[in-house]
């Protein structure tokens, strides 16, 4: 079970941080140092095991030593620039990793130092990710890689990759992938911008052309890259269910903000569905909140998928309405350069931006079809569809 | 510019043991009492009300007496246990007078003088399922609308006039009467047997939960409440009223989930179970969606009401906003998929269908609740 049991633990940890903060004056140090320091101290993650940035406390207690952490006005570490490598890369490293590897990932991947990138999606391989082709083959103490990559946030920043391959093709498609930390500076490795339809270029395809990397940089066996890749893809979702959010956090509170301060674009139409939006929106906040609840107290509900499902289509559905309020402004587009952002910032940019981006919302992390399969057959326990990729060999697939 | 109202804390959303406990109980007392060919039995008998089954809950179970306190012969739990019990009753269609009695004509006497010895004598006797009462308003009266002006009462406590479609009227002993008094309003209490009080039954959409027209000339009253208070225990029992109803809703919805979700399992057509079709799986998985914010929304007005907290209005508007035509797309897709079957007298499906959208429109659409909410969140038209 995954709480702080009692306040007497939460006061534990605050004056752990406390003494932390006493003996490391952030006001004076490096912030490299000062996060080098918190990772060694581990209060860092601090539900990882000792020496790798943690102390082994439940998971919840991660709230209580950030607020405080955050109280003191230390630097922090930049979350959201690293995503990729504290939501994904981490804990798989740390599940699968051998102890040598997690000693050289792990902290440099916790201070920013390093920036980590997800070398999943195919052009083939999408929703199927099972199906994808990036070969590697044994050469020695080496594999070569094979393969393009695309969907890649963050490939042009980033240190490492976590990296999916196609290992053995003669057989089914689910046993023969292996899964690998790739070097983004090995040679071979080649990074192209993916221009998208807001204009900017969030995204990159990757090219992998013969690039080596070493027996020692795979993480679990042989053949198991699809168990490793789903663990990953399950601490994803555990990433989405975020922080709670006050009322009209988010998009919804963009629209309603303009709706307050626009009242000559208001019109009864536009009106009631804007308090439908605020309706849907409300309840899909509390229901993350009682997500939340469900899980501080041990029993974690299958609702995420769920929320997933409605934060796209509230997002999208919020964003055109926004387009539509703004009439003739909503005629133009605030600017077409093609950039390259470090994160999403629906909030920082216009309204046609939020709504073409939010066009992604039921594409990225899983299609909105894809996870209503997955609450159909998981959730609801309806039959899965017949399916004719079960025992046939890899390379004998149509594709 | 303002912006909605700040919230006074984030209300809890599970359900406690006690109150998982509650379930259980409720649950094994609806599944003994009958199936759903029984209850659709009763409704097209002459007591469509099962009044063995209400007794049951009200005495065995406490159910009608959760609201109120110990000291006046209830359990003096909260609207949580009551929401609780709703779902339950939501989702067995009970035809039992719980929101009419236990629900609104209780919540409208608790906030009149209760140390007046006819209220609390009454509602002693509705806590314990010895009496049956009901809050004399149309079932679509929205709370925040004024008080209700169609019954007029003399000085001498003499009330004359007519409330349409008045839920679970049929079965109750004592109507709670808004009327307007020589000194404004007033809150009456009404014995059914009384002279000159005619309750006509009327032919109800919802099968399960019965409407009458109710018609007094010069019928007998005791008042209980005078101006101001009068109006804000019928504004209370209105907002508490559609703040549980959710819950209803919720529990109405869950059935029609669950019951679909077995049907389309076991029944084949082209070779397949039904439910391994992707265009079936989808809308299911959107029911559940909508089941998972409703479950939400229902939950935060169950927990502002019984904290009292000032957020309520705000959360019992979302709730029926959002509730109300939850319910209705569950019990639409529950007859869809089901395909011709769902179409039939025999299966009990349209009973659920008929509750949904009663319930659509019982204490404020979830247009009227949208619009309520413009004002309180700061969103004007």
Redesign the interface.
């Known amino acids: 079970m995954s709480t702080v049991d009692s306040e007497g633990d939460a006061e534990d940890l605050r004056s752990r941080v406390r003494e932390f903060l006493r003996e490391h004056d952030h006001t004076v140090m490096e912030p490299l140092d000062f996060l080098r320091a918190r990772f060694d101290a581990g209060l860092a993650w601090v539900h990882f095991p000792a020496g790798l940035g943690g102390i082994g406390a439940p998971r919840a207690a991660q709230a209580v030593v950030d607020a405080e952490f955050e109280a003191a006005g230390a630097p922090d570490n930049n979350p959201r620039r690293i995503g990729i490598g504290l939501g994904m890369a981490a804990p798989t490293i740390l599940q699968f990793g051998t102890e040598e590897q997690q000693r050289r990932f792990l902290r440099p991947l916790w201070t920013g130092e390093e920036v980590w990138c997800q070398l999943f999606s195919e052009p083939g391989a999408g929703s199927d990710l099972a199906a994808l082709g990036t070969r590697a083959v044994r050469d020695g103490s080496d594999w070569v890689v094979e393969g393009q990559k695309v969907w890649t946030s963050g490939a042009h920043v980033a240190r490492w990759a976590i990296l999916v391959t196609r290992t053995d093709p003669e057989v089914p498609k689910h046993q023969g992938m292996t899964y690998f930390v790739c070097d983004m500076t090995a040679p071979g490795v080649e990074v192209r911008p993916l221009r998208q339809i807001t204009g900017e270029a969030e995204f990159n395809e990757v090219f992998l052309n013969g690039v080596r990397i070493p027996d020692a940089q795979r993480l679990g066996e042989i053949g198991d890259g699809w168990r490793v890749a789903q663990a990953t893809l399950m601490n994803e979702r555990v990433a989405i269910g975020g922080r709670p959010t006050p009322r009209e956090g988010g998009m919804v509170g963009v629209v309603a903000q303009t709706w307050r301060e626009r009242p000559e674009l208001r019109t009864p139409e536009l009106h009631d569905r804007l308090l439908r939006l605020w309706v849907e929106a409300e309840a899909a906040r509390l229901a993350g909140d009682r997500l939340r609840q469900q899980l501080a107290v041990g029993r974690p509900g299958p609702e995420g998928s769920a929320m997933k499902l409605a934060f796209a289509r509230l997002s999208q559905e919020l964003s055109a309405l926004e387009v539509e309020l703004l009439g003739e402004e909503g005629l133009r587009y605030d600017d077409w350069t093609l950039r390259r952002p470090d994160l999403v910032d629906f909030t920082g940019r216009e309204a046609g931006y939020r709504y073409l981006r939010a066009k992604g919302n039921s594409i990225e992390g899983g299609t909105s079809e894809v996870l209503r399969n997955i609450i159909a057959e998981r959730v609801l326990g309806l039959p899965t569809e017949p399916r004719a990729d079960k025992d046939v060999a890899w390379k004998d697939l149509p594709r | ?4 109202p700040a ?1 006074t804390g ?5 359900y406690s043991d006690v109150e998982t406990d509650l379930r259980a109980s409720v649950r094994d007392l609806l599944t003994d009492h009958g199936d759903p060919a029984a209850l659709l039995a009763r409704v097209e008998s002459g007591e469509p009300y099962d009044l063995k089954l209400w007794r049951t809950l009200a005495g065995d179970l406490g159910a009608a007496g959760l609201l109120v306190p110990e000291s006046l012969g209830g359990q003096g739990a909260s609207a949580r246990e009551t929401a609780l019990v709703l779902e339950e009753l939501g989702r067995g269609l009970a035809p039992v007078p719980f929101l009419g009695s236990a629900v609104l004509a209780t919540c409208a006497l608790l906030h009149t003088d209760t140390t007046q010895q006819p209220v609390a004598e009454l509602l002693g006797r509705l806590a314990s399922g010895a009496a049956i009462g009901c809050l004399a308003v149309p079932l679509s009266a929205m709370p925040g609308t004024g008080f209700p002006t169609g019954v007029r009462a003399t000085a001498e406590g003499r009330l004359t006039g007519r409330i349409g479609t008045v839920a679970d009227a049929t079965v109750a002993e004592t109507l709670v009467v808004p009327a307007a008094g020589p000194d404004g309003a007033g809150l009456y209490l009404v014995e059914t047997r009384a002279a000159g009080v005619t309750v006509a039954e009327a032919v109800p959409l919802d099968l399960t939960r019965r409407l009458a027209d109710v018609t007094l000339e010069d019928a007998p009253a005791r008042r209980v409440a005078g101006q101001d208070t009068a109006a804000a225990a019928v504004r209370a029992a209105l907002l508490a009223g559609a703040a549980l109803l959710a819950s209803e809703q919720l529990g109405l919805a869950q059935w029609c ?1 669950d019951e679909t ?1 077995a049907y ?2 076991q029944r084949y057509q082209f070779g ?2 039904v ?4 265009a ?3 809308r ?3 029911v ?2 909508h089941l ?6 229902a ?2 007005a169950a927990d502002t009401l019984a904290r009292d907290d000032t957020d309520l209005p705000v959360t019992a508007a ?1 709730a029926q ?2 509730c109300a035509p939850a319910a209705v797309h569950a019990a639409e897709e529950c007859i869809q998929l089901h395909g011709g079957i769902g179409m039939t007298w025999e299966h009990p499906a349209h009973l659920y269908l008929k509750r949904a959208k009663a319930d659509e429109l019982a204490l404020g659409t979830p ?1 009227k609740h ?2 309520i ?2 004002g309180l ?5």
């Open positions: 510019m303002e912006g909605p919230m984030t209300p809890d959303l599970l989930l979700v389309v399992k397949r179970p439910g391994s079709f992707q079936v799986k989808h299911l998985a959107e559940y969606l998972v914010s409703a479950r939400a929304a939950r935060a979302v906003a959002y247009a949208r619009r909410l413009a969140v700061d969103l004007p038209g």
